[in-house]
């Protein structure tokens, strides 16, 4: 297999921070030196798994293996795991002290050690006036009150959107703001969108959220189609206010704004009109006050977070204002106090006990030891429909390292491939490569158990489908379908059974062991997606965590910045910029200018 990773030289260049810092703070503890690993090596070597022989011999595998984390109910049992597998990954997470690291995370020391940074992405979801909280209320990190700041945004934001809410904050006409269009990318867009997607039953009526990302001038284009400018208000969200494509698409909205109050002869052609046109139209997530005003937003209007929040972290901030005002206030302190339940969890839990670290040691099961190279997400329920992608971001931005927090080289295989598509629809696109592919791809079930918009199937199809049938239970006898036969498979002499002819048999037998955990919810409340949310954050840290990384810096996502902004002359045609670059660069420019019109 090849390894690929960073010249040692090289390394030395991803580091901002100087050698008085974070840095340099302990080595990671290599888990490849401990007996934990060694005997995961030991059972993996010729590890031949029987889910159907163990749950023979075993009554009580999926109790023992079932666990709860607030309201999540998560079955384990289908997992490639025994006692034994599980005792020593326990132990491996002992080994490299991750409850440890938690509590260090969650005390504010500076465990980003590339950006030399806290990481508190657990503080912002803190309750206001909790008793009992560790670390104790208002505990103070780099000489900020952490709780008094968090709060004193979080009113901020509520405030603002129950004007808009309420109808009190309008437009320049003074119409009513009725479409929210946030303005972002990377964490400042797949987080809201995905949690607006989820919790699309408790969005006000009257009130529409859409969000730009793409800096393809199509995205800013189709969002805006068919807006009416006078009650539509735009969020832009960028920490620095300097994000490339967030701030190309805000100078676009902005454009748009003024040529179509415009044409709705609803400003004048003047810069105090158009000022006045912005502020009242545009308010921002940032804390460079500078360049907000500079844009024309009212610094009033800016709502800011902190260097300890890292974008993919972020959406239960203020970046997450566009659902604050979708869904209100009210509904997003139940989605923090989901958050704060399996923080809390993961927290006071021990970790033979612990879902997120468990479902995280069993990640590095299948990564480590069993050459398992991507990992499916598929949750049964529509309004999930969004969460894999953004998985994508917090588990492939965090985990995708090839050194270690203190920059010497990883001792294994890191990151997983996380990818995934919603209930029947995979069933109808990729299941088959999962069921019955040469690729060892463990799934992650979710689902609840009480939809949104029950249904009843009137007239049945009257093969199978009986009238006045429950959609929602049709639905769920699939999701659990699926997960036992990825389990138990089909033998040949079972399909021999059912009368098929010999040649076909090897193609309708499923050899079953495919890996399976079932996530199963009550209901798809703003509490449970945030639980959901801080259930795979947990999981993250966990791996990385074992993997001595820093799972949240993301330096990979620089030079490929730097370079577009180096090449941009070359491809609107500045000839000398174009005869700088690399032949296969040169040649395609040079076909793309011939092919623009």
Known sequence: MVRLALPRESRAELRPCTQENTLTETAPVDPTSTDAWRNLARIADGFSPDLRGWFDADDGRAERYTFQAAELTVDLSKGLITDEIVANLVQLAKDVDVTGRYQAMIAGEHINATED?????????????????????????????????????????????????????????????????????????????????????????????????????????????????????????????????????????????????????????????????????????????????????????????????????????????????????????????????????????????????????????????????????????????????????????????SVRWDGSPVTTETGEIFWGEPGTNGQHAFYQLIHQGTRLIPADFIAVANPAHPLKDATGDGAGVEPGQDVHTLFMANFFAQ?????????????????????VVPAREFAGNRPTTSILAPALTPSVVGQLIALYEHIVFTEGTIWGIDSFDQWGVELGKQLALQITPAVAGDAAALATQDSSSKALIAKYLELRV
Do not use: C
């Open 483 to 503: 997960t036992k036969a990825l389990a138990f498979g089909k033998t040949a002499d079972e399909v021999r059974a059912e009368g098929t002819k010999e040649q």
């Open 117 to 401: 940074r806290a990481v508190l992405h657990t503080a912002l979801r803190r309750p206001k006036d909790g008793e009992g909280l560790v670390p104790p209320k208002g505990f103070i990190v780099d000489g900020q009150d952490v709780d008094a700041d968090v709060h004193a945004t979080l009113d901020k934001v509520y405030a603002f959107a129950d004007k808009v809410r309420s109808g009190e904050w309008t437009g320049v006409t003074g119409k009513r703001i009725e479409t929210v269009v946030n303005i972002g990318i990377g964490g400042s867009d797949l987080g809201p969108v995905m949690v607006y997607e989820a919790l699309k039953p408790y969005v006000q009526a009257g009130i529409e959220a859409r969000f730009v990302s793409n800096i393809d001038p199509n995205d800013v284009y189709e969002k805006t189609a068919g807006l009416d400018p006078e009650t539509t208000l735009f969020i832009v969200a960028s920490k620095t206010f300097g994000t490339l494509e967030t701030l190309t698409n805000a100078r676009l909205a902005r454009e748009w704004l003024w040529a179509e109050l415009g044409k709705a002869g609803a400003l004048d052609d003047t810069d105090e009109a158009r000022t006045g046109a912005v502020a009242k139209h545009f308010v921002a997530v940032s804390t460079a006050l500078d360049k907000v005003a500079a844009f024309g937003i009212d610094p009033e209007n800016a709502f800011g977070f902190w260097d300890w929040v890292g974008g993919r972290y972020s959406v239960d901030s203020a970046i997450g204002t566009s659902v604050i005002i979708a869904i209100g206030p009210d509904n997003w302190r139940e989605f923090l106090a989901g958050f704060h339940a399996v923080d809390e969890h993961t927290r006071t839990a021990p970790i033979e006990q612990n879902v997120p670290v468990l479902m995280g040691l069993l990640n590095v099961w299948y990564t480590n030891f069993l050459g398992a190279q991507s990992h499916a997400v598929l949750p049964y329920a529509q309004y999930l429909h969004r969460f894999p992608a953004y998985l994508q971001q917090l588990t492939m931005e965090s985990n995708g390292k």
